[in-house]
Each structure stands twice: as C-alpha cells, then as structure tokens.
C-alpha cells in the first residue's frame, strides 16, 4: 500500500468544526486517485493531513508502510516527499520560473538538468528566465506542477487543479496533466469538487461529504452503484420521485425507500417498463439536448432528453433498472 | 501644412481641460518653496564651499554613509524580525505588544537621544539602579556615531515594522505550505521567501528612516557625531551663507534619489505585483513555553529600547522638576499644539486628496509626472522647506505692500509671513507625501468595477468619488490625518523658523528647555508630544489590523 | 465626535493665536514691543509681565535661535515687526549690527550703567547679563596651582585629559575670537592644533556634559560657563549636584588679560515700528530691580555694577573680566570657524 489511512479525526475551533470525522483509507501505488465532495467536505483537509500540513486529532497514516502521522507523532511536511500543488498555485513572486522548480532540489547538485527535464516535461522550455506573473494561468498550472515534482515526490495532491481555468482550457490542460503524470510514473491525488475531472484523470475515486469517506470506488462503479443520492448528485441531475408520483406511474411504492431518477434516463411515447400521461409545458435547447417541462399529475418534472416531443400530450416512461433506490435519509441505515 | 512644433503642442494641449488646470495649479501652489530652492542651486555655493569641501564634506559624508548603513541594518533587524515575528508566531502578549512596538514613532528622535543620555550619564538612572543591586558595571559611552545609529535605528525601526507587517498579513499560507512541501523549514521560509518577496516594503520603510536620518541635526549634534546636516547647519549659520547650504541639501536629495534610483533598478524585472494573494491567511504557530518567551523577548526589545525606557527615564525627570512647571502656560502650549497639528493635518489630507483627484481625472501625462514635484517635500530638511516657504511669502507681502500702499495709500502688515497660514502651508508642504502614499494606495485597491458601475448608473465622476470613493477611503484619510498629525507634533526645525508670534508648540518648547541644558525641565514637554501621539498610534493600529 | 474634536481644536488654536499686528491696527492706542530673543527663561517671562504692568505696554515675544532670528530680520527687511533682539551670545549681536539689522540708541541710563567693555561702540546693543568661560579641575587629581591660562590647555601635562564642547558650540567660537583679538590668528591656530592633541574624548555633549565627564574621571579639565556650575550645584538631579561638587573653579588668564567672558544682550531693531517702547524695555532690563531678579533667578552675574551676584557666585570670589570689546567676537567669528575646522576640531 501507498498510503494507508486508519480512523484519522480532525476537528478546527475548539471541535467546533469536524473537518475529517472516522476517515479510514488505502491507496495503491502507481494509480491515480481522485477526492470528489463539495466545498467543507473534508476533502482538502484530508490532503493537508496527507501531506503534513495539519496535525491529526486521532487515527494514523502511514506512507509505504511508515506511520507518518498519529496523535502522538507527526513527521513534518518538509520531511515527506510528498508533492503538493496548491489551488491558487502559490508560485513564489519574486522567482524566476526555473528558481521556482529549483526551490525544492537546491541541495542537489544537477539541479540544472531536473530543471531542464521538467521544464522539457511541461513543454516550457525556454521559460526559465521569466517571472510567475509573465506567464498565463494555464502556464502557471505547469510550472507549479512541475515545482511539485521536482523532487521526485512517492506521492503528489493537486488542490483543485483546474478550477481556476476555463472549460476549453481545463480539458486541454487536464489531459496534458494526465499524460505528465503517466510519464512520471507519481502515484496522483486529485481533489476536486468537479465529478468531470475526478472521471477523467483517476482510476479511483473516493467521494466525501461533512468529512467523512461515503464511497470509494472506480467511477464505473461509483456511476452505476452510488451508495447515496449525494455520490449520485455529483454525476447527473436527479428528479426526487414521491410516491404519489410513482404510483401513478404503476410502481408498487416501499415508504422507507428514497426514489431518484436521473433527468436523463425518461422516454417519450416509447414503450418501456413504467409510463404515464403528460403535458409538454414548454422546452429549451441547452447544447446537445434539449431540457423540458412537463407535467405528470400535480408534479412538474424537468427532464433532458436529445429530441424534442412533437405534441404536448405525450407518455412518459422510465425502466427500472434506471431507477436509483436509497434507504429514506431520516431511516436507520 | 502644420509645423511639427504646431503639431507638438497640439498633441500635448489636445485634452488640456479644467482638471489639467487643477493639477497644475495644485502642483505650482505646493511646489514653490521646492523650485525656489531648486532655482537657487543653479546660482551656485558661496566661497566657503571650498573651505567645507576641503576639511568637512569628507567627514560628513563618511559619517552620514556610516550611520545610514549602520541605521538601515539595525532597523531592519528590529522591523523586520518583530514584525514576522507578531504576524507569524503566537506569544506572550502579542496583542500588546503589536501596537507598543509602533509607539517609538510618537518621540521624536532627538527627544530618546537626551533620554537615554540621562539613562547611560555618570550618576544616571542605569548606574542608580545597578546601584541598588551594589553592581557597577562601569561606564557605557553612548554618544558616539554607533550610540547615535542606535538611538535613531530604535526610534525609527517602526517605520520598517509597520509596512513589513502589513506585508505580511497580506501573504497567503500556501506560499509557506508550499516551500514545506517543497522540503523547506520555518528558517528557510523566512530567509528564502519571506525576506526576499518583503523587500519592496523593507525598502519603503527604510527610504522614510534614510530620509529622518539624513534630516536629523539635533541627537547627531548632542552626540558629538557631525553628518551631513552639520555641514548645512555650519555653512549657513556659521559661515552665513544660507546660499551654500541650499546648495549642499540639493546635494543631499541628489544622493537620496540616487539611492532609490539604484535600488529600484537593481531590483529591474523581478518587480512583481504586490497584492493581497487569495488563499487562506498565514496561520499562527504555537509554540512551546520557552520558545514563546524568547520570541517575547526578542519582540518585546525593541519596543521596550525604543518606547519604554525613554519614557520611563522622561517619567522621573518630570517627576523631580515637577514643582517648576508652568501648569496654566503649559496647557495653552498643548492646545495651541494640538490645534496647529489638526489644522496642518486636515490642510495636508485635503490637498492630498485634491492632488490626487486632479491627477486621475486629467488626462495629459506630462501634467501628472509634473505633480510629482508636489511629493517631493518630504525628502527636503525642514529647515530649508522652511528658507523656501519664508522668502516666497516675504516677496509676496512686500509685492502687496507696495502695491496697496501705492494705490490706496494705506500702510498694511505683513499678511503671510509670520503667520499660521505660512506655518500651516509649510507644513503642507513637507508633509504631503505622508498624507499622499497611503491615500494613493488605498485608492488603487477600489476596484475599478465599482465605479465604472456608479458611472453607468448615471453618475459624473465627482459624484461617484462622493458617494463611493470617498466612503471606501476613509480608514485612509483617517491614518493619513493621523501621520501627518504626529509628524506635525513632532516637527522642530520649519517651526522653528515659521512659527508666529506667541505661538509655541510643546516640539519648541522641549527643544528650547533641551538647547538651554535644562533637559530636566523639557521631560513633561516631551511626555506631552507622546502622549498626543500615542492614542491616535494605538487608533491607527486598530484601523490596520481592523482591515 | 472625531470631527467635532477637529474642530474645536481649531477653533482652540485660532482663538490663542491673536495676531500682534492685527491688535495695533485695530487698536493704535494699545502700546506693543515685539521681542526676538534666544533667552528663554520662566525669569524673563516674570520680568517681561512685570514690565506690562508698569507701562502698560504689551510684551509680544518671539523665541528662537538667535541664528534664526537674525535670519528672519534679515528677510523681513523694512517691514519687520521686531523691535528688540535679545541673544545669549556678543558674537551675534555683532553680527547683527554688521548687518544693520540694530539702530543705535542714545540713552543716559543705558550709557551710564552698561560698563563700556559690554557695550557697543555706536551703541547699538548692550549687555544684560555677563557670564565667564572658564576652566574646572578633578578636585582630586589637579591642584589648581597647576593652572594658568587658556593657552596653558595646550600643554604636554594635559594630554588627553582636556575636555571640551565641539566646535559648533557658539561659546568655543567666542572663546576662539578671543584668543584671535588678543593674540593674533597664527596663536590662535597654534591653540585649536594644542587643544585638539590634548582632547580626552571626541568632543560632545553640553556644557553640564563636559563638568560630568570630568567628575567621571574622562578626563581632568573642562571648560564651561559659570551659570551652569550655578544650576548644577542646585539641581533636582542628585547626579549632577554630587558631579559639580567634585569639580573646582578656576578663573584662568588671572595675571594677564582676564577670563573671556560672554554676555546675553539686547538691542534695538533697525526698523524697529515701537523704537521708544523698545529703549524703555532695554532700560527696565538693565535697571537695577530687573538686575536683581536676573542675578537670583539665574547664576548669571548682573551688568549693574551696584547688584551683586547670587551668594554662590560670590563664594567663588571675584575675577579679573577680559576688557576686549565684545564687538570683536562677532567679528572673528567666521574666522575661529575656518580655523576650527581646519584644525580638525569636531
């Protein structure tokens, strides 16, 4: 194991705040991983533990086998080797480009040529002499990647790598990151709130919410079995099915189940497994599909489908296997 | 076919318009006193120039380098070391000590130079209180240039450890998370970050104490060190020849910009934008007991040399010549103080905020590179901004004299000179770039959106500065007023010269008792210029530390 | 209430900062003197209400260093509001009659009771107080039989062990005119190359400094004027009453010319607008009951020649006074500094 992470607890103003609450983790070497939640999920606060940054209340972890943080030892950041890339990059101002990626293999003494390579890595040869501020965001993401990995880190967390980005940059850059990453051969953390990202780059994906792991899995396995609407929430957009909807659709309704249908996954005046009546209220075109309103009994549903119905009464229908089925949040799980 | 002169001045008047007037009636008006002296120094030195080029420039200059060098890095050390140290460390009290350690800035310099030569003296407060303890250290001779670049470096470090500070709370804790990741400890932070990125606001503070220590005359003088300013003093006074001593601060200026014109050009395409940086703040560390007290310590001491024992030394003085103060006087000496200082504060803000609206708002470049003509006071001694107010306004009333006893056949009195307003004026003079900086700064933090929205939202640009600007501006009116209001208080030599009859300020009344050898009677003075300059300090540090 | 503070303050400051000239303009029945003086003593103050109280003329002071003050005149030309300028020191009063910035005043009482030495030849200024330079020992290491002169300083026996004020000190310029009066300006560089070899200490300080610095044992010698020994012998500080106690007094050039001695004086302006109020001022300041006040409030030695000094500078006996007319110490002045300086003197 790469990284192994056993009940880690950490809690801010005076366990006011449960940042990271029973977090218990493995990472395998030579995968790249990906920590999915929203903002205050706990996630970038489980990087900063990784990495040293922060103290753990309780629990370990342990790097290649070697506790690195309990409640009673912390190796300190600057002792790990652990990469990190920060959010906002965090270039040194006053460093030129090369005497950034220099910062952290000073001591070495071909610290010219790791420069050179990393430099040739990110395909900025030539940039060395220029100031952080000379250069492009997207530019800037490199250099700190490269900063990262300089020192030929066991392990390297990228914080929100691309949410500073644009859409048309963000795919271009997150594909070269990826590629970066392949050729150095660097075991990889993502931590991203962003469910695109997290699918594109890793082979795993660890989702978390009010600080705590909801589900670890590959994001085939994540998109077909979320374990809860919020993992599921991160992919699609989800249509809550009451039973009175449900019932009119002829479905044979639990009252301790939770029913979630993505937005996508209805039909229109096809023959599927459940179908009802309804009224096209209106329709909008968003990109490839089109997003429309219609009417089932008292209920509104916003759906998203790639054709536009042609009348206003048509069926609905949906098949089973679509639908998502949770235990109801307020029930003993 | 216009000429190219024709086309020339075509371009360069196309966008003259009222504004561009304002800047430059704003600009002429407070830099009279500047061009005249600058016109004197193309008349040249007197003949003793060449006796004082001979026997004393060499000396001087040897000195005033000496105690620049000596005073740039003993401040820095203080400024900066305190300032990390508040901002990064959590000890002892911090919270105190963040607002002390900006207080030497409320005792004029000349003031903690008498005060500690009473501490160091034979029989002064050191040896009485070694004596308690039946141990004798021996004598320490402070006046001398090492003592002198102490004294000045203690009481001006401040200005090092308020824009370091500032500097620093503004950094993001990624940077420092980053050099850890990066395999750096907290040592290497600070050497390899910390320092090097402060360095633009190390080198403001250190142009403003370069600046004070050049200017100063009175600590160098009772210490027995002749600078650079002796010479001017001795030139004009001595040798009577006001014209040579013009001439050598025009050399002094020449040296001072020479310095920031290296400065700024050694530090060529590294001058990065030095801005509020997103990210989390620096967080504070904690540390363990004993590293917590030597970090008081070490925050504490400069405090302590710089504010504490100056005022507990000028506390006993006061205490033993108690019975000899003039209660009734002396309270009239503190308002008229207080009064001059608000009224040349609020004068030197109002200016200040005018330059610097004339300045945006016109739009012909030569206009606002000629303004800066209006900031240059502050790098020019007191006393010859003082030679520079006093004749202009001498020429005037006599032009007015002579005209309305001409035409009216009246005979009328000096109307300027002599008076408050020329006072005042001086004090704009000398003043404004302390009033300016920060206004001008906090001004470029608005963000541009903001008023381009009130602009859209059909508002002319002066009602914008009014209900936008103006409010957003405020913390910095407010410390600008408070600067400049504490520099007032303090400021001897142009009151000296300027101030009119029966007007007497508690800087003035110090000096006098101090020149007299009466350094005893000038301690409650002396007490009340800090005291007035405390409180609106620890104000000021509030308002920083509030945004 | 930030504003309200401003404006009161001003309000405040407007209020105390009455304008002289305005009051004569409104008023010209009010009877004024303005008053340029480098003396600032609480004892000049009570003389100053004393003299408003019997003339009902009004006292305007302004106080500043004498170089300034001569300054301002200078610029302010014909339209100067100063009647009277009082220094502590002959050599400017000279320079400012060199610059016709003084009149000369006819007065009886003036003539008759400023001694002639301590006069102005043309009468433009005069003496109110005199003070002597001299020399103090370590009681415990000099005998003053020992001592004899200023140009004994020089002497190989003192080789650092002479303590004395820099050379921007007015009363070391005043002592070195002296010296170039009386014995000519090669002696007197000849002196300032012996003085500087014999020096203790990088000169510094004030004069009550150099007394300390010999009770501390820097050195052996000092020069200072007498009417800081007065006050530091009655000093709230117990340092510096126990420091003048170890120093004696020694009025040097006894067998010769005299101790050089130095006044503070007074004269009327050129432009003077109040000349008559100007003379009664100088007058009430020389007369005999104002001489009292200056000779007990101050240490300094009256010029009335019927009051006698303070019962302290009575003990320290009396003393031959150099005769040269004051005149000359503003006159060499601008030569003892070019000497000064070329003699490395600090």
Known sequence: MLLTINHLYKSFNREKVQAVYDTSLQLEAGKTYAFLGESGSGKTTLARLIAGLERPDRGEIYLNERLISSESYHLPAEKRAIGFVFQHYALFPHLTIAKNIEYGISARPDKRKVVEDMLSLISLEGYGKRYPHEISGGQQQRIALARALAPKPRLILLDEPFSNLDSNLRQELRTEVFTILQKTGVGAIFITHNSEDAMAISDEIAVFKDGRLVQKATPEELYEHPVSPYVAGFFDTLIEMPPSLLSSFGYQVNQHKLYLIRNHDFHFNGFKEFSTDATVISSSRVGRNYLIDVKVGEHVLQVSSEEKPDQSEISISWRERDLLVFPKPDQPV | MRSPLERYIKKRFRDFDGFSVWAVLITVFIGIPTIFIAVKIFEGPGESWYHIAEYLLPKYIGNSLYLAGLCTVLSVLFGVLSAWFSVRYEFYGRRMLEWLLILPLAIPSYITAYAYAGIFDYGGSLNLLLGWFSLDIGRIDLMNINGLAFILSISLYPYVYVACRAFFLHRSQSLIDASKVLGKGELQHFFKLILPMARPAMVGGVILILMEVLNDYGAAKYYGVNTFTTGIFKSWFGYREPETAVYLAALLLVIIFGLILIEQKQRGARKFAVQGESGRQLQRLKSSTAKKISITTVVALPAFLGFVAPVIQLVYWAAISYVKIDWPSLLQVVLQSLGIAAFAAFSCVLTAMSLLLAKTWNRLEWVNQMSKIGILGYAIPGAVIAVGVYMPSLYFDKWLIGIVGKTFSLKINLLLTGTVIALIYAYVVRFLAVAFNPIAASRENIQLGLIQASQSLGKGAFSTFLKIELPLLKPALLGAFILVFIDVMKELPLTLILKPYDVQTLAIEAYQFASDERVIEAAMPSLLIIATGVLPVVFLNRLVSRN | ?346
């Open chain 3, 1 to 346: 209430m930030k504003y309200i503070t401003l404006i009161i303050s001003c309000l405040v400051m407007l209020g105390s900062c009455k304008s002289p000239q305005e009051k004569t303009e409104d008023n010209p029945v009010d009877q004024v003197v303005n008053v340029y003086t480098h003396r600032h003593y609480d004892v000049d103050q009570q003389l100053f209400e004393k003299f408003e109280e019997e003339t009902g003329i009004q006292v305007n002071v302004v106080n500043a260093n004498a170089d300034e003050l001569i300054q301002k005149m200078e610029a302010e030309g014909q339209e100067s509001p100063a009647d009277v300028l009082i220094t502590v020191d002959a050599g400017r009063l000279a320079r400012a009659k060199e610059k016709e910035l003084l009149q000369s005043v006819s007065s009886e009482f003036l003539n008759s009771t400023v001694p002639s030495h301590l006069k102005d030849e043309d009468n433009h200024w005069f003496a109110l107080t005199k003070r002597a330079r001299i020399i103090v020992y370590a009681k415990d290491r000099v005998q003053p039989e020992e001592l004899s002169t200023y140009e004994a300083l020089t002497e190989a026996q003192w080789r650092g062990k002479v303590v004395i004020r820099s050379s921007s000190n007015i009363y070391n310029q005043s002592l070195l005119a002296s010296i170039i009066a009386n014995d000519g300006e090669d002696s007197a560089r000849t002196w300032v190359a012996g003085v500087v070899q014999n020096m203790a200490r990088v000169p510094k300080g004030n004069d009550r400094d150099q007394v300390k610095a010999v009770a501390a044992g820097e050195g052996d010698l000092a020069v200072v004027n007498t009417y800081y020994l007065g006050r530091m012998a009655n000093s709230e500080d117990a340092a510096e009453v126990e420091a003048s106690s170890k120093v004696g007094i020694y009025f040097p050039n006894q067998n010769g010319r005299g101790a050089h001695i130095n006044i503070s004086g007074a004269g009327v302006a050129k432009y003077s607008p109040n000349k008559e109020n100007a003379i009664r001022f100088i007058e009430y300041l020389a007369s005999k009951p104002a001489q009292e006040v200056f000779a007990e409030a101050n240490y300094e030695y009256p010029i009335h020649p019927e009051v006698p000094p303070t019962e302290l500078l009575q003990s320290w006996g009396d003393f031959k006074e150099d005769q040269l007319p004051l005149s000359k110490l503003g006159e060499y002045n601008k030569l003892a500094n070019l000497i000064f300086d070329a003699g490395n003197w600090p």
